[in-house]
């Protein structure tokens, strides 16, 4: 396949050496690649009687214009190539296999072909695995995806209005299971009424989160799907109904243990469930933070997988997540590569504190990559799915600086804009939890998603009127917007 690559002069160069050898490159008469039209490309092509000579025209992926007259007097075909050069040597590879845009930039077409591809393979693997077994639809253990369990810290004392929204942003956020956390002073009725809420307003199962058996009873009673947790202090009293309910339950080494006794008190306490007569057991060998043992409870989770092969296992990610000054998004990756490793089958996480917000997604999206990473045999990257979030997998060279540059000073003068001044936040909309920037004027209220559309708003209702105020609402819309997109606060005027 004959490839050419249209470009102007001052990209000549990061074109060509990304290209090599797989195409040929046209440098037209324009410094800027951004700039090059449907006329220009035409004439430049002809010149150099370049009729019939390529398959494929790539031009640059932020020009616009209708190519479809080239396309027919060149005999070839024009696509959009990407955004940036830098990027050419990875899209050109596809040529051959891959019907490129003439609308749409080839990186963003072939990000989101590579994404759509790994989420169809992971659909086809979960749907012929082989769980240990089921709870309702949900494939719990064998080489199913290891699933994803948000537990909502305090749920028995919520209103309804709030657990019902936290059970719909969990489940939106990839939560595959709802635990409701007990608070000490729960009471049984207030497990009822929870169960019943998260039985009626959630599409995935719901577990219990206590070790009190008579909050467990109560729990069973309402149809709870999953026991959290059975240990020795409440197996006798409760063991025996989670069997005749046929109720999955979690089993846990008993509480306050040292970690030298807590694998031959969980081999114990599984073995007592299975005495009474509970079938669908999740073993919990409990991992330790860091800083508190957690080299020892790996090695633990492995003996606990050699003695009880075919039971899932549970992994409280979040006992390390909430302990660590660190991003979780890198954490959570690491974290469920290692649960792959021990055959874990379900991720825990509270997302209690600020720092872990989003924890259930990142849990969700990395035990689809580790998922697709065992089907290929490879590491997990290069998959159509990743969690890079702040740094870059395909970095773009810089650029270099010119001689002719002005060095740059802040201005010492700051007036007012007589067509008045604007307060900018982010608010929650309380009815489905959408967040969104506000730009607050004294004559209206602006709403919107990006920095972008509000500032579009802002000019053409004339309500600034001076070069230092736009530029000023530029620089602070943009950060409110990164705001928005990294989960973050925003405040006026403060560093992001």
Not at 233 to 240: A, L, M, P, R, Y
Request: glycine share 6%.
């Amino acid at each position: 396949m004959n490839i050419l690559v249209a470009t102007g002069h001052l990209s000549e160069q990061t074109v060509k050496n990304a290209v090599k050898s797989k195409a040929d490159v046209l440098v037209l008469d324009t410094d800027i690649a951004a700039f090059i039209t449907p006329n220009k490309l035409l004439q430049a092509m002809k010149k150099e009687q370049m009729e019939s000579r390529y398959d494929i025209v790539f031009v640059p992926g932020i020009v616009s214009g209708d190519f479809t007259k080239i396309e027919k007097e060149m005999d070839c075909r024009v696509y959009l190539g990407p955004k940036h050069a830098y990027d050419l040597d990875f899209i050109i590879p596809f040529a051959e296999n891959f019907e490129f845009s003439s609308v749409k930039p080839a990186c963003e077409l072939l990000s989101d072909v590579r994404r759509k591809k790994a989420m169809e393979l992971i659909k086809g693997i979960e749907e012929v695995s082989s769980p240990v077994f089921n709870i309702g639809c949900l494939k719990i253990g064998g080489n199913s995806r290891m699933k994803v369990m948000g537990e909502i810290v305090n749920a028995t004392g919520m209103d309804k209005f709030a657990l019902v929204n936290k059970i719909n942003t969990f489940i939106d956020k990839g939560a595959d299971i709802i635990d409701l956390g007990v608070s000490l002073d729960t009471s049984p009725g207030e497990v009822t009424e929870a169960v019943k809420i998260a039985q009626d307003f959630s599409s995935v199962p719901v577990s219990i989160d206590t070790l009190d058996p008579e909050l467990i009873s109560n729990a069973l009673h309402s149809g709870v799907d999953i026991v959290l947790s059975l240990d020795s202090s409440n197996i006798d009293e409760v063991g025996c109904e989670v069997a005749e309910n046929g109720t999955a339950a979690v089993v846990i080494p008993d509480v306050g243990i040292s970690d030298d006794k807590k694998y031959e008190s969980l081999v114990e306490n599984i073995k007592s469930a299975q005495d009474s007569g509970i079938t669908r057991i999740i073993a919990d060998p409990v991992l330790d933070s860091i800083g508190y043992g957690i080299d020892e409870s790996i090695i633990r989770y492995k003996k606990v997988r050699e003695k009880f092969p075919d039971l899932p296992l549970f992994f409280g990610a979040g006992n390390v997540t909430e302990l660590i000054d660190a991003d979780s998004v890198g954490v959570n990756a690491a974290l469920t590569g290692i649960a792959n490793d021990l055959g874990a089958s379900i991720l825990f996480t509270p997302e209690l504190s600020d720092k872990t917000q989003e924890s259930i997604n990142e849990l969700r999206t990395s035990s689809c990559m580790m998922l697709l990473a065992s089907e290929r045999k490879t590491p997990p990257k290069d998959l159509g799915l990743d969690l890079l979030i702040l740094k870059e997998k395909r970095r773009r060279p810089d650029a270099s600086i010119p001689y002719n540059i002005i060095q740059t000073k802040e201005s010492e003068s700051w007036q007012l804009d007589p067509a008045g001044c604007f307060r900018i936040k982010i608010a929650t909309n309380l009815n489905d939890s959408e967040r969104c920037i506000v730009a607050e004027h004294e004559q209206t209220c602006i709403v919107g998603k990006t920095a972008r559309e509000i500032l579009d708003t802002i000019l053409d209702m004339e309500l600034v009127s001076t070069l230092e105020h736009a530029g000023y609402l530029g620089r602070e819309l943009k950060k409110a917007e990164l705001a928005l997109e990294f989960n973050r606060s925003y405040a006026q005027d403060d560093e992001f």
